[in-house]
């Protein structure tokens, strides 16, 4: 199992950037997928996620509206869109497979997850 983030980098405030998740040795349509982030000194948190279907998605409140995650299983990919950025979004991104296969709901806790990508690192300047 291999999941690869990308996509990240360096915006100002009200920036967007999309990052990328490319998913390997493993069918990803059988997974809901999560982003979580790990803020500077600060513990890891779930961000947003995406039921293995696609057809339910979660987010925590401070990015609603703001970011949308999306999947293309064909392509093997899951993406986290994240428009208006803020100063308190910098952090270091990960997506994380979860740990039961076609699960009807979003687990939004990083123990429901177990497998992880390299995370990617993006900062938002104000």
């Known amino acids: 199992v291999q999941l690869q983030a990308s996509g990240g980098g360096l915006v100002h405030t009200g920036g967007s950037l999309r990052l990328s998740c490319a998913a390997s040795?493993?069918?990803?349509?059988?997974?809901?997928m999560g982003w979580f982030r790990q803020p500077p000194g600060k513990l890891r948190e779930f961000v947003a996620g995406?039921?293995?279907?696609?057809?339910?998605?979660e987010y925590r409140d401070s990015v609603k509206g703001r970011f949308t995650v999306t999947r293309d299983n064909a392509e093997n990919t899951v993406y986290l869109q994240m428009n208006s950025l803020k100063p308190e979004d910098t952090a270091v991104y990960y997506c994380?497979?979860?740990?039961?296969?076609?699960?009807?709901?979003?687990?939004?806790?990083?123990?429901?997850?177990?497998?992880w990508g390299r995370g990617t690192l993006v900062t938002v300047s104000s």
């Open positions: 995406i039921t293995w279907s696609g057809g339910r998605t």
């Open positions: 994380a497979r979860a740990l039961y296969r076609r699960r009807a709901t979003v687990a939004t806790i990083a123990g429901s997850y177990n497998a």
């Open positions: 040795g493993f069918t990803l349509d059988d997974y809901a």
